[in-house]
């Protein structure tokens, strides 16, 4: 069921994060290091996250229906957006720990074998991490690559705190290093959260597509146009993998439906050929009538910020 679809990676991350709580709780039980314990914590985070990306991208890959006529994908969106919120948590439970422990610092024991479980479960969040990266590239799913980084993410958190803790078993003189190390992990992990909500945000406000993008779509509609034609209202947006594409395409008025029919589909199959996963809606009008030059009036502007590409 789960073959080639996205869903089998998000049980990935589920797998990954059981696995990897199971390990990091280990650790700090064996050590008690504050540090490890907000490792720990970003596992339970990453657990959580996993759970509602395989919920998120199970209803955006349903169909469009009556309700949702353009289907589901910005489920993707309430997912990482919510990811993004749990990592801000999870980073002043993490921040309040290491508070704590600045106020009253503990030795740490047993460190030697608690870091080996700490690499152990680094290494999974790296292998899964890669594999939902090259998914999310297939798929193209804001969810998956939401997941991937943040996985990522506590790979190299994990890691910096194992070179850290690694210099208390030479000198445990230097215990203040933990709660330090905590409260570094904390604000690299805001950064992470508030990074994954400015893109949810951006994704449930409509937000116009890469500028990248954008060209590629008008350099398609140029290849089409000339002096008997023109284009103007490109408007832009992303629903999940969905890309959205409108625009007034301007031809002479004494051209037949199905010519205008014909290079309507010429145009479409260009751009979907270089855009994957776009649905194209173009509005034909005559260019020698006047009120055909309406665009800006339903905010059509997207290919302002390309008028001067011509690549």
């Given amino acids: 069921m789960f073959a080639d679809s996205p869903k089998r990676y998000a049980i990935y991350s589920i797998g990954?994060?059981?696995?990897?709580?199971?390990?990091?709780?280990?650790a700090w039980a064996m050590t008690d290091s504050v540090g490890l314990l907000?490792?720990?914590?970003?596992?339970?985070?990453n657990l959580t996250a996993g759970i509602l990306a395989l919920t998120a991208i199970t209803i955006a890959m349903r169909p469009a229906d009556d309700d949702h006529t353009y289907g589901h994908g910005k489920a993707e969106y309430f997912s990482s957006g919510?990811?993004?919120?749990?990592?801000?948590?999870?980073?002043?439970?993490?921040?309040?720990?290491?508070?704590?422990?600045?106020?009253?610092?503990?030795?740490?024991?047993?460190?030697?074998?608690?870091?080996?479980?700490?690499?152990?479960?680094?290494v999974?969040?790296?292998?899964?991490?890669?594999?939902?990266?090259?998914?999310?590239h297939r798929f193209d799913s804001i969810t998956?690559?939401?997941?991937?980084?943040?996985?990522?993410?506590?790979?190299?958190?994990?890691?910096?705190?194992?070179?850290?803790?690694?210099?208390?078993?030479?000198?445990?003189?230097?215990?203040?290093?933990?709660?330090?190390?905590?409260?570094?992990?904390?604000?690299?992990?805001?950064?992470t959260g508030v990074s994954l909500l400015k893109r949810s945000v951006a994704g449930l406000m409509d937000d116009a597509l890469p500028e990248e993008e954008l060209k590629t779509i008008v350099n398609a509609i140029r290849s089409y146009t000339d002096s008997d034609a023109s284009f103007h209202g490109l408007r832009t947006r992303k629903s999940g993998p969905k890309r959205f594409i409108d625009f007034h395409l301007l031809v002479q008025g004494d051209m037949s439906v199905k010519a205008s029919h014909d290079l309507c589909g010429l145009i479409e199959d260009l751009i979907k050929s270089k855009l994957s996963r776009a649905?194209?809606?173009?509005?034909?009008?005559p260019l020698e009538c006047e009120s055909s030059y309406d665009g800006w009036k339903i905010g059509g502007t997207c290919a302002e910020k390309v008028k001067d590409s011509k690549n």
């Fill in 16 to 26: 990954a994060s059981i696995l990897t709580l199971a390990l990091k709780f280990g």
């Fill in 38 to 45: 907000s490792d720990a914590t970003e596992s339970l985070v």
């Fill in 82 to 122: 919510i990811e993004g919120v749990l990592i801000i948590v999870a980073a002043f439970a993490i921040g309040y720990a290491a508070i704590s422990r600045f106020l009253s610092p503990q030795p740490l024991t047993n460190l030697g074998p608690g870091l080996i479980l700490a690499l152990l479960s680094s």
């Fill in 124 to 136: 999974v969040n790296y292998v899964v991490a890669k594999v939902m990266l090259n998914a999310a």
């Fill in 144 to 191: 998956l690559e939401a997941d991937a980084r943040h996985l990522l993410t506590d790979v190299w958190t994990s890691i910096g705190l194992v070179a850290g803790l690694a210099i208390i078993i030479a000198m445990p003189e230097w215990k203040i290093l933990d709660p330090i190390i905590a409260t570094i992990m904390a604000v690299n992990i805001v950064f």
């Fill in 279 to 285: 649905e194209v809606t173009i509005h034909v009008e």
